[in-house]
C-alpha cells in the first residue's frame, strides 16, 4: 500500500546544477502536484496536473519544469538550481469521487542547493 | 488570488484544554477545505475534509466548522494531548484541483 512515492528523501546540488525529483503514486489518482515549503510560510503551489498530458503553472513555477506522461508519475524539474529553491518539496495526488475529493502528500523531498 | 491565513501561528496549552485554531480564506468560491496534521519532518496527513456544501465534520476528537460566506474555518480539538503535538494546515480547494494551503498553527500540548 505505497500511496504516493518521493526520491530521493535528502539531495545537496551545486548552484547551476540540474536534476529531477521523483514522484509516482499507486492509486490511479487524476490529479497530481508539487509543493515547496519554507519556514513560516505553509506550502506554495509549484506546478499542478489533472491527467495524463495536462499540466499547468502554480503559485510559484520558475525554475521549474514538470511533465505527465504517465497517470502514476509527475516528476519535477530544477533545470538550473539556485539556492533560493533550498526547501523541502512535497509531492501529492487527489481523487474526486462525485463531490468527494482527497489529496494523498508524500513524505517530502529536502533539497539544499549550496 | 486566494489567501489562506491561520491564527494563532503557534499555541501551547496544557494537557486536558479544548482548543481552537482558526482558518480564513479570502474567496469562497471554494470547492472544498481539508485540515492536515504535520509532523516535524514528516509529510501531511489529512484530519478532516469538508465539502463547500457541508458545515462540519467530526473524526474523534477533532470537529472542523466551515462557513463559506464568510471565509472561515474552525479546528475544533477536545481533551488534547501531548500526542497532538504538531502542526495543523489548512488548504482551500478552489476547484480544477488547485489548492491553496494556509501557513499552519504550531500546536504543543504540555504533558
Known amino acids: 500500500n505505497a500511496g504516493v512515492t518521493q526520491t530521493p528523501k535528502f539531495q545537496v546540488l551545486k548552484t547551476g546544477q540540474s536534476m529531477t525529483l521523483q514522484c509516482a503514486q499507486d492509486?490511479?489518482?487524476?490529479?497530481m502536484s508539487w509543493y515547496r515549503q519554507d519556514p513560516g510560510m505553509g506550502l506554495r503551489l509549484i506546478h499542478y496536473?489533472?491527467?495524463?498530458?495536462?499540466?499547468d503553472q502554480g503559485e510559484v513555477p520558475n525554475g521549474y519544469n514538470v511533465s505527465r506522461s504517465t497517470t502514476e508519475d509527475f516528476p519535477l524539474r530544477l533545470l538550473s538550481a539556485a539556492p533560493s529553491q533550498t526547501s523541502v518539496y512535497f509531492c501529492?495526488?487527489?481523487?474526486?469521487?462525485?463531490?468527494?475529493?482527497?489529496?494523498?502528500f508524500g513524505q517530502g523531498t529536502r533539497l539544499t542547493v549550496v | 488570488k486566494q489567501e489562506v491565513t491561520q491564527i494563532p501561528a503557534a499555541l501551547s496549552v496544557p494537557e486536558g484544554e479544548n482548543l481552537v485554531l482558526n482558518c480564513s480564506f479570502t474567496?469562497?468560491?471554494?470547492?472544498?477545505l481539508q485540515w492536515f496534521r504535520q509532523d516535524p519532518g514528516k509529510g501531511l496527513t489529512s484530519l478532516l475534509l469538508?465539502?463547500?456544501?457541508?458545515r462540519e465534520q467530526t473524526s474523534g476528537r477533532l470537529n472542523a466548522s466551515l462557513d463559506k460566506s464568510s471565509g472561515r474555518s474552525t479546528l475544533y480539538i477536545a481533551a488534547s494531548q501531548p500526542g497532538d503535538s504538531a502542526t495543523y494546515l489548512c488548504?482551500?480547494?478552489?476547484?480544477?484541483?488547485?489548492?491553496?494551503f494556509g501557513a499552519g498553527t504550531r500546536l504543543f500540548v504540555k504533558a
Open positions: 501529492a495526488s487527489s481523487y474526486r469521487q462525485g463531490v468527494r475529493t482527497e489529496a494523498f
Open positions: 492509486m490511479n489518482h487524476e490529479y
Open positions: 496536473s489533472v491527467g495524463a498530458g495536462i499540466t
Open positions: 474567496d469562497s468560491a471554494i470547492y472544498n
Open positions: 469538508i465539502q463547500s456544501s457541508q
Open positions: 488548504a482551500v480547494e478552489e476547484g480544477g484541483f488547485k489548492t491553496i
